[in-house]
């Protein structure tokens, strides 16, 4: 009679702690600390020292076809904006970021990430001009991803239809996620996607979606969730992943439930 009551007091207990099992995703990195800076490999490394269960980046095509690391369309050069895809590599390897680092390529951020042991990283494709351009970013990179051995650590997101589409006829067995909070979980499922990563205002206004999406076997992850009132509401909603400026901070918040 006593073992059957402490399994059961285990199994309740175990019901307990996945209540709030949401893991944390370092957006663009862990870069609200010294020496750090969004979408540098600093800030990956960071997110990886603090054991974030995924480092976001950003990805674009080089005007000479190469994958570079950064978040906005445009970059600030001698006073000059840039548009990334419109730039070849050597003029995009002079800009630096506010730490002191040059805007990186996705090639050195992997050899970087090779040596991370606690993060995965999340790669979210910028949609581009054309769909030439996407589907050759695409391919350049998961192939990358391919020749370093990484596939069971990255996942990939992205606000463009092409570009998901392509990424998972690439890596078939990759968690691809849309971003874009204009798709039903029915149809993201459909689509084959490992689930939907939507803004948080999409989730309030549509938090039935998350049940549905669960029903369904897909993942939920939401972004950019930093203030504490909407992290609560976010682990109220059962979100699988929460993407934050502010990593440290919805962690404690999780561990308090």
């Known amino acids: 009679m006593k073992k059957k009551n402490l399994l059961l007091i285990l199994i309740l207990f175990a019901g307990l702690t996945n209540l709030s099992a949401q893991q944390i995703i370092a957006h663009r990195g862990y870069w609200k600390t010294e020496g750090s800076a969004q979408n540098s490999i600093e800030s990956l490394m960071q997110a990886d020292a603090i054991k974030a269960y995924g480092s976001e980046v950003d990805i674009w095509l080089s005007s ?22 419109d730039t070849p590599l050597e003029t995009l390897t002079q800009v630096k970021l506010s730490n002191g680092e040059s805007l990186p ?35 350049k990179v998961v192939d990358m991803v ?20 392509q990424v998972k006829k690439l890596a078939h067995q990759a968690d691809v996620y849309y971003l874009n909070g204009d798709m039903t979980p029915q149809i993201l499922s459909k689509m084959g996607l490992a689930g939907l990563d939507y803004h948080y205002n999409v989730l309030l206004k549509r938090p039935e979606w998350v049940k549905e999406a669960h029903d369904l076997g897909l993942k939920v ?31 404690e918040i999780i561990q308090k439930q």
């Open 221 to 251: 992850n939401t972004w950019t969730v930093n203030k504490p009132e909407v992290i609560q509401q976010m682990i109220d909603l059962k979100v699988d992943f929460i993407t934050t400026d502010e990593p440290l901070l919805v962690r």
């Open 105 to 139: 390529t996705v090639e050195k951020y992997l050899d970087a990430f090779a040596k991370c042991n606690n993060t995965k990283l999340i790669i979210e494709f910028k949609t581009h001009s054309s769909k030439e351009r996407e589907d050759e970013l695409a391919r």
């Open 146 to 165: 391919n020749q370093r051995n990484l596939q069971n650590r990255v996942e990939y997101i992205s606000f463009g239809i092409n570009l998901v589409q």
């Open 64 to 85: 000479d076809g190469v994958p570079v690391v950064n978040h906005d369309a445009e970059v600030t050069l001698n006073g000059n904006k840039l548009v990334v895809q």
